[in-house]
């Protein structure tokens, strides 16, 4: 069984900064992209950042230049650091990986979500 834990949310102050982490565990064979998402109330769920196995970034226009992507293969392992929050960064970050499992395909796989509250 695949599993996805997100650590790292809380509350901050507007321009603070907070790391979260997503750790994969399980019968893992190899991961493809792991990602961050957010949702906010009332708003659909967005891409945040993205990165491949080999290192390959994408970033949502809001957070370029603040947020920061990065993973440890080794680890099985996904990181979002965040700097200069603001209060619109306030939402339910989710972690999501496309991972093969051992004798199974690729699927997609989600954390549990962890909150971050930006106050002003």
């Known amino acids: 069984q695949v599993q996805l834990v997100e650590s790292g949310g809380g509350l901050v102050q507007a321009g603070g900064s907070l790391r979260l982490s997503c750790a994969a565990s399980?019968?893992?064979?190899?991961?493809?992209?792991m990602g961050w998402y957010r949702q906010a109330p009332g708003k659909q769920r967005e891409l945040v950042a993205a990165?491949?196995?080999?290192?390959?970034?994408n970033y949502a226009d809001s957070v370029k230049g603040r947020f920061t992507i990065s993973r440890d293969n080794a680890r099985n392992t996904v990181y979002l650091e965040m700097n200069s929050l603001k209060p619109e960064d306030t939402a339910v970050y989710y972690c999501k990986a496309n991972i093969r499992p051992i004798y199974r395909g690729y699927d997609d796989y989600w954390g549990q979500g962890t909150q971050v509250t930006v106050s002003s």
């Open positions: 399980g019968n893992i064979f190899s991961i493809a992209v």
């Open positions: 990165i491949t196995s080999g290192g390959s970034t």
